[in-house]
């Protein structure tokens, strides 16, 4: 009975594992394709499409555009987020879950209506449609990932640690900079990366509050509307590589401090 139940394991396993990546190969042996027109068999190869996106100037600059908005959201999310945790993490007031509850509430709530709402309340505030409204409307939805991470790493962070640094006469500050602060150095990491691919890709508020300077998921979805191409399967395929290295790098690096400490 064991054994069988280590089977059907594996066979869900390995169907999920078929299942999430049999479409990202078949994307990227698409881009390779010696034609227009995506569809089996591939009679020839080519690295037309690909030489292509790294020559295309508007390509690129779409790339940076939404790299610097990425970059931008996540310092703000993690700025706030961290605070935000330091604040609930630990310490009991009046008002403490009301506070955790909101703080929750963006990514709760479904994209489009966030992304309505957003676009409401830009108008109300006179911000135009643009890179400020997206670098905006990415922090507030980034930050509750930011507190959950950061908070479950502060729920382990020893007490003794914080109380022998008062005992020895460091004022709040100090103990934050020199005790807390550094062991949340991983969990920080690990929450950019997160907030960085979450930017990255995020769609429904790129559309509906940005300008006339698209973001990479908003070209893709303008160049859908003429027919999917290999050249969109490059674009795409970039994309992967890019944000998996990243990841790869962040996890490796993760790792190798939480083993120093």
Not at 102 to 110: E, S
Not at 177 to 183: D, K, V
Request: glycine share 8%; with cysteine; aromatic share 14%.
């Amino acid at each position: 009975m064991f054994r069988g139940n280590r089977i059907f394991l594996a066979c869900i396993y390995w169907a999920f594992v078929l299942y999430v990546f049999v479409p990202l190969i078949l994307m990227v042996l698409m881009g390779f394709k010696d034609s227009r027109f995506i569809g089996f068999p591939i009679r020839s190869w080519t690295l037309e499409w690909y030489t292509g996106v790294f020559a295309d100037t508007e390509v690129l600059s779409t790339f940076g555009y939404s790299i610097a908005i990425a970059v931008l959201s996540t310092l703000i999310s993690i700025l706030v987020g961290t605070w935000i945790a330091v604040l609930l993490e630990g310490r009991k007031f009046a008002g403490r879950g009301l506070t955790f509850g909101l703080t929750l509430l963006p990514a709760l709530v479904p994209g489009i209506i966030s992304a309505i709402a957003f676009r409401i309340y830009a108008r109300w505030l006179g911000i135009e449609p643009g890179m400020g409204a997206i670098v905006w409307a990415h922090a507030v939805h980034n930050v509750p990932f930011v507190v959950l991470v950061v908070m479950a790493r502060l729920s382990t962070l020893p007490k003794s640690q914080i109380e022998a640094a008062r005992d020895l006469g460091a004022d709040p500050l100090i103990t934050f900079l020199r005790i807390t602060l550094p062991y949340l150095v991983p969990a920080i990491l690990g929450a950019s990366i997160f907030c960085l691919l979450l930017s990255f890709d995020d769609f429904v508020r790129s559309f509906f509050l940005g300008g006339y300077e698209p973001t990479l998921p908003v070209m893709i979805f303008a160049m859908l509307r003429s027919g999917m191409s290999p050249e969109i399967n490059a674009i795409a395929t970039v994309a992967l590589v890019l944000t998996a290295a990243i990841g790869l790098w962040a996890e490796r690096f993760t790792r190798r401090m939480n083993k120093e400490r």
